[in-house]
C-alpha cells in the first residue's frame, strides 16, 4: 500500500513542471500552481519515505534505486527552501522536470518498494545520508547557476519580458548558488569522511575517484571565485558544468550490500 504514495508524489512534480513552463507563456497563476504541486508531491514522497523506515529491516534506501528515491526528496525539499519565495520559484524549471524523470527511475528499479531487507549498519546510513544530501545540494546550486546564466541571456537580448516574470537579481543569484556549493561541498566532504571509517585496503573504485573529483572541482571553484574574483557567469558556468559530474557519480554509486 505504501507504494502507491509513489504517484500522487509523481503527479504533483509532473504538475508542477507542466506549471513553471506556463509561466513563461505569460500564465502568472501558473506559479501558484506549480508551488501547491511541489508541495503536494512532496508531501506524499515523504510519506513513502517514512513507511519505507518502518517496514524496512534495516536501511531501506541502499539500493541505486532507492538512493535515487531519497535524492529526488533531498533535492525537492532543498528547492522548497527557496521556491516558497514567489522570485525563486521559476528554479522549478529545472528541479521539477529533473525529479519527476529521476522518481520515474527510482521506481522503476524498485526504489520505491517496502518491506526490503538491509542489514547494513549505522556507519553506511548515515555515508550515505550525507553523500545525497551534498550532491542535491550541488544540483540545487547548478539550477541557480543555470537560471542566473538564462536571465543574463535574456537581458542581453534586451528581451522585456524577462522583468515581468519577477525574478531574483543576478548578483542575488550568484552569491546564493555560491553559498550552496560551499555548504554541499561540506556536507559531501563530511560523507567521504564517514565513509572512510569502513575503508579497506582495495577497496578503492571508480565512484570514489569520481567523488573524490567532484570535491576538488569544486573546491577549486570556490578557491578561484575567492581569490582570483571569479563570479558572474564564468562561476556560474563552472556551477552547471560540476553538475554533470554529478550526473555520473549518481549512476556509478550502488549502495547495495
Known amino acids: 500500500m505504501g507504494e502507491l504514495l ?32 511541489v508541495r503536494i508531491g512532496w508531501l506524499a514522497q515523504t510519506a513513502l519515505l517514512i513507511v519505507q523506515a518502518f517496514d524496512s529491516d534495516g536501511f531501506p534506501w541502499g539500493t541505486w534505486a532507492g538512493a535515487l528515491n531519497l535524492f529526488v526528496w533531498l533535492v525537492v525539499g532543498a528547492y522548497l527552501i527557496w521556491g516558497c519565495t514567489p522570485r525563486y520559484r521559476l528554479l522549478g524549471l529545472v528541479v521539477m522536470p529533473l525529479a519527476a524523470v529521476l522518481l520515474v527511475a527510482a521506481w522503476a528499479g524498485g526504489g520505491t518498494g517496502v518491506s526490503t531487507t538491509d542489514t547494513s549498519g549505522w556507519l553506511l546510513a548515515l555515508h550515505v545520508g550525507l553523500m545525497l544530501a551534498g550532491l542535491a545540494g550541488l544540483t540545487l546550486a547548478a539550477g541557480l547557476a543555470g537560471l542566473y546564466l538564462w536571465q543574463e541571456r535574456r537581458l542581453k537580448r534586451r528581451d522585456t519580458g524577462v522583468l515581468r516574470l519577477k525574478l531574483p537579481p543576478l548578483e542575488a543569484l550568484d552569491r546564493l548558488s555560491a553559498r550552496t556549493a560551499l555548504i554541499s561541498l561540506g556536507v559531501l566532504s563530511a560523507g567521504v569522511v564517514v565513509g572512510l571509517g569502513s575503508f579497506e585496503r582495495g577497496d578503492f573504485d571508480v565512484p570514489m575517484a569520481v567523488t573524490l573529483a567532484i570535491c576538488a572541482y569544486y573546491a577549486v571553484a570556490l578557491i578561484l571565485r575567492r581569490e582570483a574574483g571569479l563570479r558572474g557567469r564564468r562561476f ?22
Open 236 to 257: 556560474a558556468g563552472l556551477l552547471v558544468l560540476g553538475a554533470a559530474l554529478v550526473a555520473v557519480v549518481l549512476p556509478l554509486t550502488h549502495f547495495a550490500s
Open 6 to 37: 509513489v504517484w500522487p508524489a509523481l503527479i504533483g512534480y509532473s504538475e508542477a513542471a507542466v506549471a513553471y513552463a506556463g509561466v513563461l507563456r505569460g500564465h502568472g497563476s501558473s506559479a501558484r500552481l506549480g508551488i501547491w504541486g
